[in-house]
């Protein structure tokens, strides 16, 4: 049974996501501001967050940012603030989904089963190989990224985003291609999603930034030559 942290400073809400989810079979458990969250992820395993932004203590943006130091735990966010740019922002911050108030808690839970659903591929079946290009290395078992032997810290959705073109070398992907595949549902939002994924992916690969080119008129490609 999946365990979900539900994190939001109304009660009310919380408690209409906890009916639903545990409608669902899930297990939760909850916090009402975003310290409270980052100190239950620090102490407790989940197999998924759902974070107010808006929240005393500590904003759901930064709770993000604490919990992602130390955890890999899909979270998806909920604000009643919808611009582009808090999205592209959340995103950014490696995100798996963001919602905006107010929502349909039905919504809510297929985008829940969604996330869970790619988690739970992820883990399943035989080791996986390393995938290499140059000094370029990941590794699917570990989830890790080295650059000539380096570390690279990834946010979840820029190690799915280079673990697929790595899976497609060579092939011209289009950004609704990756959008679809990696998120997995029809994504509410624009092209800038990927672009700002890419653009933050090349500036952590350091001398390895050139592998990922950018195909005019498409989207991009892994190139290994």
Same mark, same amino acid.
């Given at each position: 049974m999946a365990k979900i942290l539900i994190v939001d400073d109304e009660e009310m809400i919380r408690a209409v996501i906890r009916e639903y989810a545990q409608f669902n079979n899930y297990e939760t458990d909850e916090a009402?501001?975003?310290?409270?969250?980052?100190?239950? @992820?620090?102490?407790?395993? $989940?197999? &998924? +967050?759902?974070?107010?932004?808006?929240?005393? #203590?500590?904003?759901g943006y930064s709770a993000c940012k604490q919990i992602r130091k130390s955890k890999d735990v899909p979270i998806i966010m909920l604000s009643a603030?919808?611009?582009?740019?808090?999205?592209? !922002?959340?995103?950014?911050?490696?995100?798996?989904? $963001? +919602?905006?108030?107010?929502?349909?808690? #039905?919504? &809510?839970?297929?985008r829940v089963a969604a996330v869970l659903a790619r988690g739970h591929a992820a883990d399943?079946? #035989?080791?996986?190989?390393?995938?290499?290009?140059?000094?370029?290395?990941? /590794?699917?078992?570990?989830?890790?990224?080295? +650059?000539?032997?380096?570390?690279v810290e990834l946010t979840l959705k820029e190690y799915e985003?280079?673990?697929y073109m790595m899976q497609n070398k060579n092939v011209a992907l289009s950004r609704d291609r990756l959008l679809s595949d990696i998120w997995g $549902?029809?994504?509410?939002?624009?092209?800038?999603?990927? /672009?700002?994924h890419i653009k933050n992916l090349r500036g952590?690969?350091?001398? @390895?930034?050139? #592998?990922?080119?950018?195909?005019?008129?498409?989207?991009?490609? !892994?190139e290994d030559k």
């Open positions: 009402e501001d975003g310290m409270e969250a980052v100190n239950k @992820c620090m102490l407790n395993d $989940y197999d &998924l +967050v759902i974070m107010d932004i808006m929240m005393p #203590k500590l904003d603030r919808g611009e582009e740019y808090d999205k592209l !922002f959340g995103f950014e911050l490696g995100i798996d989904d $963001y +919602v905006v108030k107010p929502f349909s808690p #039905k919504e &809510l839970m297929a399943e079946g #035989k080791k996986p190989a390393l995938l290499t290009s140059g000094e370029l290395v990941l /590794d699917p078992q570990s989830r890790t990224v080295t +650059v000539a032997g380096e570390r985003i280079l673990l $549902y029809d994504f509410f939002g624009d092209d800038r999603t990927i /672009d700002t952590r690969l350091g001398s @390895c930034r050139d #592998k990922i080119s950018t195909v005019r008129g498409v989207g991009y490609k !892994f």
